[in-house]
Each structure stands twice: as structure tokens, then as C-alpha cells.
């Protein structure tokens, strides 16, 4: 499947979306039910309140309405009737002061529209206004209504502001019930408000807020989704790029770049693989041009061991054949043998020597030596080197110590180097010169010098000037002197004005500190 990550990541979203839509819509749903109910609780309790304060300001009503049910108990007794007996619902609902007053009451603060009132004195007579006005005797409270809904009367009763569903059994839905206490201007409690509330109402407005909110949170989703699948394939499209890419490099095309240019991870990712890219170029360019030095080092080698072998077979051929008879001559031969056998030995040595150079594994003898002895030693070897062609080699230091750490036979060796060029491109009687001074050594001849094209190779393996003084060089002093400065952190450069002045310029590494002998 492709764009596996795009799927995922859509997925992954939708899974958190979905989560935190099913985590809203249940706990709004809980948390607007508790409020609806809070609320209609809260409004109940203050008409409940409003209530009870209108009545205890109605004090003289409510002293006229226990007067009145007095004598109508008496008169009960007196026709034989049985006191506190609930007569059914037909009973019409009792008239005078009493029902005058509480209706006026009720009237007067809007409260009617209820679904029930109940209005209670402290020896339990009920008076109930709303959907079902009925009169109930004394004895209705204490023998009829549940054991929760009286445990409820007798706390209103005793001052405490109560609410309640245990009325709900008792008329036959699902109830809120609010019960305030009726306190007098003495703060004393004479009745009790009552107000139910059927629960359905409620229920039917959450259940429509939840219907609404699911509507909507549909829609949400659905546009969620959409932009999710957006987001998701604007997301994986550069990480497809980089794959592309990657492809790319790793069929070797290292000049394919990405170039995403984001302030985020994945930004930094297109960044780095751009790096990548960047290095392997500039490594495959490396490797060519190694593999080029390594062609041509191969070819060098073979050229160079192809004319001393062919003239040492040669004359090994020419000496069993008995071409050459002539004791002078065979003489001749046997020295050319030797001459080229000399320089093969010459070039393997050295070649052992650049190779050994070359490699960082390769551990040269440091120690702590002082640089002017090993050119006084150069100085004595360059002078018998020069004898031939009466070549001087002089010194020039300003100082007589330059303390480093260094091999001593190594730099020497690479101080040769540069000595005996310069004795072998010098004409007779010149000289070459020698000098310390500063953090700069030079070695200075006179001789047929090296052209300006030639002096960026003039330190490469097997280059060198093709002319009859150089017939026996082998290209390889150079390259081995300059592996000899770099592992003694020197750096070595040549400057040249032909058939004046060739000059070799060593910069060297700080001195060390003498420290005195106790």
C-alpha cells in the first residue's frame, strides 16, 4: 500500500478525533443534564422561597385559615363524621378565608403555572394548587405519603431547605422536588412550600441539546477528517520527495538535491539528506580523483621499472648470446647492470617510504630534538654531495637551538631531499644556501629552477623535470619530503625563477620553551 505513513497518520488522527468527540458529547451530556437540573432546581427554590416569604407575611391569613379548619373539625365531630378522613379526589376543595388567601397568594406571584404547589402548616393540613387542587385532611401526611417523602415534610419542617425525588413514586412520574420552610416575622416555622417539577421536561431538552450536538459534532468531524487527509498527505508528500531522492543517490547520481525547506523535523531531515548528498558528491569526486592517482600511479610504476628491467635484460641477453665479446665492453655492461640495479633499489625504497608515510598507522620516532644539529648534519652531507661540482653549502641561523619534536632521521631525510636537488639542478661552482630564521627554514640554489606550470605538481608522485641532469631521479623525493613536513606539522611550499633562484620554504611549528638544568 502506498503512503503507509499518510494512512497511519490519518488513522491516528481519526482514532484522537473520534476519542475526543465521544469524551465531549458524554460529558456535556452529563454535565448540561446536572445543569438543567441545577438550574430548574435553583429557579424552584427561589419561587419556593417567594412563596414561603409571602405567606409569613401574611400572618393574619394564615392565624384565620387554623381558625377556620378549627370550627370545621368541630362541626365534624359534632355530625358524626370521621375527623381526618380522606374523602377521594371528588371532595370539592375547601372555601372560605382559608382558600381565599393561599390562592391569592399564588396568584399574586405568578406561581400557578406550576405543575404542583403544596402548601403545608406545622399540624400537616395540605392545600395543592397546580394541575390537581385538592384538600387533604390532617391525617393524610402522617398515614399516606411515603416514608421518604414524609422523612422529607418533617425536615422542611424543622427549617431546612430540602430537595428531593421521593415524591416521584407518589405521583406516578419522575419528580423534582423543592421544600422551603414558611417562617413567620419571629422566625418562627409555621408551614412548609412544596413545589414538584416532572423530570421528563428536563430529560426531553437534554435529550434534544444531545441530539443537536451530535448533529454538529458530525459535521465537525466530517470536515476534521477531510482536513486531517490533507494535512496527512501534505505531510508525507516530503517525506516521499526524500525517498525519491534517496532512490536517486543510491543508483549513484549524488547531484540530485530535495530542497524542502521546512522550520520543522522534517525540514531539518531534507536538510540533512541535502548535507548527505553534498558529502558523497564531494566523496565521489575523491574517490575519482584516487582512482585516478591510482591509474596513474600504476602506469608511473610500470614506466618507471619498464626501462631499468628492459635495459638489465638486455644485456644479460647480449652477454649469454655473445654479442658482446670485448672484455672493455662486457666491462660496460656489467656497470649499466649495476647503475640500473642501484635504481630499482633506489625506487622500491622509496616507494616503501612514501607508502609507509602515507599511512596514519605508520608510527614515526618523535622525540624531543633540537632542529640546528640535524642541519649542521644536512650541512657536512650536502658538502661531500657537492664535492663534484664544487658546490658550497652554507648555513645561515639566528639562533643556535630551535627545540621540537620531531624524527631526526626522518627530517634529515626530507632536508636531503631538498639538498640534493639543489646541488643537481645547480651549475658548477654555485651554491646552495641554508637558513634558519624565525619559524621559516629555506633551501636556496642557483640552478635551472622549475617553471611556473609546474610548480602545483611539483610535489606530486613520480612527477618530475624531464631533462638530462634528472635522468635519475624517480620522481618520489618530492612526495616523500612532503609526507616527512606533514607529520611534523610543517608546511612546505616552492617558489621558482628559472636560471636564477629555485627556493624551498619550510614553515615550522612553534618552538619549544628551554628549560634550564639544575
Not at 665492453?329 to 647503475?339: G, N, T, V
Amino acid at each position: 500500500m502506498r503512503n503507509k505513513i499518510a494512512v497511519k497518520l490519518f488513522l491516528a488522527i481519526a482514532v484522537a478525533l473520534l476519542t475526543f468527540s465521544l469524551l465531549v458529547v458524554s460529558s456535556f451530556g452529563y454535565l448540561f443534564n446536572k445543569h438543567v437540573i441545577m438550574t430548574r432546581q435553583k429557579d424552584m427554590e427561589e419561587r419556593a422561597e417567594r412563596i414561603a416569604q409571602a405567606l409569613g407575611d401574611s400572618r393574619d391569613q394564615w392565624l384565620l385559615f387554623q381558625k377556620h379548619r378549627a370550627e370545621e373539625a368541630e362541626k365534624g365531630e359534632k355530625r358524626g363524621l370521621e375527623s381526618n378522613k380522606y374523602q377521594g379526589p371528588n371532595v370539592p376543595p375547601m372555601q372560605g378565608p382559608r382558600a381565599i388567601g393561599f390562592n391569592a397568594v399564588l396568584r399574586f406571584l405568578g406561581s400557578s403555572a406550576a405543575e404542583d404547589v403544596w402548601i403545608i402548616d406545622e399540624h400537616h393540613y395540605l392545600e395543592i394548587t397546580g394541575k390537581d387542587r385538592t384538600s387533604k385532611p390532617p391525617s393524610f401526611l402522617a398515614k399516606e405519603l411515603p416514608p421518604e417523602a414524609e422523612k422529607v415534610v418533617k425536615q422542611v419542617l424543622q427549617g431546612e431547605n430540602t430537595t428531593t425525588h421521593g415524591f416521584s413514586e407518589m405521583l406516578k412520574v419522575p419528580t423534582l422536588t423543592v421544600g422551603v420552610p414558611v417562617r413567620d416575622k419571629d422566625e418562627k416555622i409555621i408551614g412548609a412550600v412544596l413545589i414538584h417539577a416532572p423530570v421528563s421536561g428536563m430529560d426531553v431538552a437534554v435529550h434534544e441539546t444531545n441530539r443537536i450536538l451530535l448533529m454538529c459534532g458530525g459535521i465537525a468531524l466530517l470536515v476534521a477528517f477531510l482536513l486531517a487527509v490533507g494535512f496527512a498527505l501534505r505531510l508525507t508528500k516530503p517525506l516521499k520527495k526524500m525517498q525519491q531522492t534517496a532512490e536517486i543517490m543510491a543508483d549513484g547520481d549524488y547531484n540530485v538535491r530535495c530542497n524542502i525547506r521546512q522550520h520543522d523535523e522534517v525540514g531539518e531531515l531534507g536538510t540533512a539528506l541535502d548535507s548527505l548528498g553534498e558529502k558523497l558528491l564531494i566523496a565521489s569526486k575523491e574517490s575519482a580523483k584516487l582512482d585516478k592517482l591510482r591509474k596513474d600511479f600504476i602506469a608511473n610504476i610500470s614506466h618507471e621499472l619498464r626501462t631499468p628491467v628492459t635495459v638489465i635484460r638486455g644485456s644479460l641477453e647480449a652477454l649469454i648470446d655473445k654479442v658482446i665479446t670485448t672484455p672493455e665492453k662486457i666491462d660496460e655492461y656489467y656497470q649499466q647492470m649495476l647503475s640500473e640495479t642501484l635504481f630499482l633499489q633506489r625506487l622500491i625504497n622509496d616507494l616503501l617510504d612514501l607508502s609507509r608515510l602515507q599511512n596514519t598507522d605508520f608510527k614515526i620516532e618523535m622525540a624531543r630534538i633540537n632542529l640546528c644539529e640535524v642541519l649542521g648534519d644536512v650541512v657536512h652531507s650536502g658538502l661531500r654531495l657537492g664535492r663534484d661540482k664544487n658546490i658550497n653549502v652554507v648555513l645561515q641561523e639566528d639562533k643556535h637551538c630551535y627545540t621540537l619534536e620531531g624524527d631526526y632521521g626522518r627530517l634529515r631525510q626530507m632536508l636531503m631531499v631538498f639538498v640534493d636537488n639543489g646541488i643537481k639542478f645547480s651549475p658548477e661552482n654555485s651554491t646552495v644556501e641554508i637558513e634558519l630564521k624565525d619559524r621559516l627554514l629555506t633551501v636556496t640554489d642557483h640552478g635551472t629552477g622549475v617553471e611556473a606550470e609546474a610548480l602545483p605538481h611539483i610535489f606530486d608522485r613520480f612527477y618530475k623535470v624531464r631533462n638530462e641532469r634528472n635522468k635519475t631521479g624517480t620522481g618520489l623525493g618530492l612526495a616523500i619530503a612532503r609526507e616527512i613536513a606533514q607529520r611534523h606539522g610543517m608546511k612546505v611550499h616552492m617558489e621558482s625563477r628559472p636560471n636564477i633562484e629555485t627556493k624551498v620554504v619550510i614553515d615550522l611549528p612553534p618552538a619549544e620553551e628551554q628549560t634550564e638544568k639544575v
